[in-house]
């Protein structure tokens, strides 16, 4: 009972207490599987969400048809990606990212960011799974690229490596849970504001990433405070996200594992929301979407709490600027 507060803070950054995560899921999962209901009743006939988000990962019209059908499907989103960020951003990071299929060794794995050199001459890699593409869903393709690389990690990790001796290294180089993987989560539904979504079957796919990251707020806090057990845990992910099972499996060993690091993703999404939110509401007509992003992202891998500060001091600089 001691642990696991501490345990939350050291990868959010930020100390709710775990009834107050548990009870947070379970709003968030409430609201998200709202959304599902709608996309799944007005683009694919009705029915029952869980039947539906298992569905998506056996049926052919929504699988691959090949290793190469898979890589271009994030080849073509990335080139999207890279068109729109001028429109959320004032600042660009030099190093270029690439997409390539993972290495035959590696070939099980389901996606990984791999960053770019501070120089900007080694461009960051996103590494994704093309083997057996006919069991591939492409439900969750895009929103994963948007997580992995514009608008979400390589954009904000390459920033920060970019930024040299204008900020500590400890910001340059680690960074934390609350506000990395936040950001990853905030950038795919900036990704939806963008348009950078294809159809139906995409955006269910980031609603889908949405509720994975909502249900581990429930999972971890009910794996380590509550008295869940596996199965239960399992069951729950299975009911919120369209993951394949073995996914799902793996991922709940690594929250049995891992106490509190779980949580970080969509507390952290949330703090930075929560942000933007106060910022349009302070602001008003003089709130500037690009300038905002610019400066959340702009001083490296800052905790949540400073990421507060340096919000509010922005507020009143933008006030007095006039």
């Given at each position: ?16 207490s ?7 899921g379970?709003?968030q999962?409430a ?23 298992r ?6 019209e ?5 290793e190469?059908?898979?890589?271009q499907?994030?080849?073509?989103a ?10 959320a951003?004032?600042r660009?990071?030099?190093?270029d990212?690439l997409v ?6 590696a ?10 050199s501070?120089?900007?001459?080694r461009p960051?890699?996103?590494?994704i ?11 969750t393709?895009?929103s994963?690229?948007?997580h992995?690389t ?8 390459a ?13 340059r ?5 609350g506000f ?10 900036l ?7 294809g159809?139906p ?12 990251r ?15 057990t596996?199965?239960?845990?399992v ?12 996914d ?12 509190g690091q779980a ?8 703090e930075?929301?929560?942000l933007?939110?106060?910022?349009e ?10 300038a905002f992003?610019?400066r959340?992202?702009g001083y ?12 509010l ?6 006030k007095?600027?006039?």
């Amino acid at each position: 009972a001691e642990c696991y507060p501490k345990l939350v803070r050291s990868f959010a950054t930020i100390q709710p207490s775990a009834d107050e995560i548990h009870q947070l899921g379970l709003d968030q999962v409430a609201l998200i599987r709202s959304e599902m209901q709608a996309v799944i009743d007005e683009h694919f006939g009705g029915g029952s969400i869980d039947e539906f988000l298992r569905r998506v990962n056996i049926d052919p019209e929504f699988t691959f048809e090949s290793e190469e059908a898979v890589l271009q499907y994030s080849l073509d989103a990335l080139d999207a990606a890279k068109a729109a960020m001028a429109e959320a951003f004032g600042r660009l990071p030099k190093a270029d990212v690439l997409v390539k299929p993972y290495p035959e060794f590696a070939e099980s794995g389901i996606g990984e960011y791999h960053p770019s050199s501070e120089d900007s001459t080694r461009p960051g890699i996103f590494y994704i799974a093309v083997t057996n593409p006919t069991t591939r869903s492409r439900v969750t393709q895009q929103s994963t690229l948007y997580h992995e690389t514009y608008p979400g990690h390589h954009h904000q990790i390459a920033l920060s490596l970019e930024l040299g001796d204008s900020v500590h290294p400890v910001a340059r180089y680690f960074g934390n849970s609350g506000f990395t993987e936040g950001w990853g989560l905030y950038a795919e539904r900036l990704a939806d504001e963008l348009g950078l979504y294809g159809g139906p079957l995409d955006y269910l796919g980031l609603l889908s990433e949405q509720g994975a990251r909502a249900s581990r707020l429930v999972i971890d806090t009910g794996l380590h405070t509550k008295g869940w057990t596996r199965q239960q845990s399992v069951d729950y992910m299975a009911s919120n996200t369209a993951w394949p099972l073995h996914d799902i499996e793996n991922d709940i060993n690594r929250y049995i594992s891992w106490p509190g690091q779980a949580t970080s993703y969509m507390l952290g999404m949330l703090e930075i929301r929560r942000l933007r939110d106060l910022a349009e509401e302070e602001l008003g007509e003089r709130f500037d979407l690009k300038a905002f992003h610019d400066r959340v992202v702009g001083y490296g891998g800052i905790t949540l709490p400073m990421l507060h500060v340096s919000i509010l001091a922005w507020i009143e600089e933008q006030k007095a600027a006039g």
